[in-house]
């Protein structure tokens, strides 16, 4: 079997796939060796908070000119909300200002992070306390542990709940979106990995296995083509008619040898460039917490969505129609990946039956490629329109993306999917591999 992998490999077909593959990985590499896109990434988050806080702060002073009869503590509420939504301007212009003054020196030194992490997490705790009283409450324990004294702030933080209650139109939606990302920010504080935040091997690969990625997208289509080129050149060198002395045998080693070598190309393509950051930018960063469906993990349910696709740290989501993070939970990255691996395996074996459904049910070499190329044809319209995508083994997207409920189909379906329709393939080829067998007897 050794000898047959390798004769699968030397095939200039297996040069070319190769090559594809880490070209579509290696110009991902300059996004992860360093913070650059980081610093432009968080100085717009701050520039849209400051336009968002004075929009809020516009609209509270037209509504307290507005109000004609108003109690003395009415008018408490009303400037602790006033002064609060002054201080989070601030707040955010000190954070535009850090990263216009030292730009990626903020990820390298100690203490700028920690100034950029006290920014962040008080204007997330604070906004938990405008919109529940208390809010903060249940991460203060864990706040002060990490050596974060208060804010200095001018206002009352126990009474700004009341006016933000009143305000907010979705105040459920938006204490949970605060809620996980404070969430998640105190677990990148606690595992020291907060400054691995957009680079590094590990949100690569995660990258390249989520619905965005080019990677991603041509696995399906370079998977079929080059075991359709492998299946077609040893048919017409005879391999075939040597091999099919056994069917059995020659069923069994033709997907063997066609799984691992496809494997392999498919693991030093990612593993050269990861390998590449991991030395530049070191391998921390494996257990990071990254968004996910956890409730229709085992469910044929999809979750719904809308068209607001966003890329958060490590996570993917659909927003809601307001921006606010839909009902998703942490999972750290190793789980994540280990979930994640028998989708992709399946998906291989899947392609791998595709293509010799392809080469074995025509015996015109015409129609051998042709039903390769509406095989792709079918892939590339499956994954942008919703195409029965309930049955459709097509529209199966990628790992990540699958887990995080951004597919046409969650993780169980997906796995169905494939299990069925490898096993339907695979009935069929042997069928057609016996039938060709009996008639060249």
């Known amino acids: 079997m050794s000898l047959e992998i390798k004769s699968v490999l030397k095939n200039k077909v297996s040069a070319v796939i190769f090559f594809i593959l880490l070209v579509l990985n290696m110009v991902q590499v300059p996004n992860y060796m360093g913070h650059e896109y980081d610093v432009e990434q968080n100085m717009n988050i701050f520039e849209t908070q400051i336009q968002q806080y004075q929009r809020a702060l516009s609209d509270i002073n037209l509504q307290y000119m507005a109000v004609k009869h108003m109690s003395a503590e009415e008018k408490v509420y009303w400037n602790s909300y006033q002064d609060y939504l002054s201080w989070a301007i601030d707040n955010a212009k000190a954070g535009w200002n850090l990263f216009n003054k030292y730009g990626k020196e903020v990820f390298k030194n100690k203490g700028l992070i920690k100034r950029y992490n006290e920014i ?3 204007d997330k705790l604070y906004h938990l306390d405008a919109l529940k009283k208390n809010g903060d409450e249940k991460f203060m324990r864990q706040v002060h542990k990490l050596g974060f004294e208060e804010a200095d ?25 605060v809620e996980l990302s404070v969430q998640e920010q105190l677990h990148q504080l606690e595992t020291n990995t907060e400054q691995y935040v957009g680079k590094g091997p ?24 080059y075991c359709v080129v492998v299946l077609m050149y040893e048919k017409k060198t005879g391999v075939f008619e040597l091999e ?17 070598a496809f494997l392999l190309l498919m693991i030093a393509s990612i593993g050269i460039p990861f390998l590449l950051l991991g030395i530049s930018n070191g391998f921390a960063g494996w ?46 990255l190793w789980k994540a ?23 074995y049910t025509f015996t015109k070499t015409g129609f051998n490629y042709l ?19 309930f049955i459709n083994p097509f529209s199966i997207s990628p790992s990540l993306s699958a887990l995080s409920g951004c597919g046409m189909q969650n993780w169980l379906n997906s796995i169905c999917i494939c299990v069925v329709f490898i096993f339907v393939l695979l009935i069929i080829n042997f069928v057609s591999i016996r039938q060709k067998d009996k008639m060249s007897l």
Request: proline share 3%; net charge negative; hydrophobic share 50%.
């Open 202 to 225: 590990w949100y690569f690969l995660a990258y390249q296995l989520r619905i965005d990625s080019s990677f991603a997208y041509l696995f399906m289509p370079l998977c079929l083509i």
């Open 287 to 332: 257990d990071t917490w990254l968004l996910a469906d956890t409730k229709h993990f085992f469910s044929f349910k999809r979750m719904y969505h809308t068209d607001n696709y966003v890329i958060n740290n490590m996570s993917e989501y659909y927003a809601t129609e307001q921006g606010f993070i839909p009902d998703l939970s942490f999972i750290p």
């Open 153 to 177: 702030i001018s206002f009352d933080q126990s009474r700004i709940f009341m006016i933000g209650s009143q305000i907010s139109q979705n105040k459920k939606e938006d204490y949970r979106t």
């Open 120 to 122: 962040t997490l008080w």
């Open 371 to 389: 039903s390769g190329i509406i095989c792709i044809i079918l892939y590339v319209i499956s994954q942008r329109m919703d195409l029965i995508s």
């Open 244 to 260: 099919q002395l056994n069917d059995v045998h020659f069923f069994v080693h033709i997907q063997v040898k066609l799984f691992i």
């Open 337 to 359: 990946l280990m979930m994640s691996l028998p989708l992709i395996l399946l998906k291989l074996e899947l392609y791998i039956q595709m293509a010799m459904f392809c080469v």
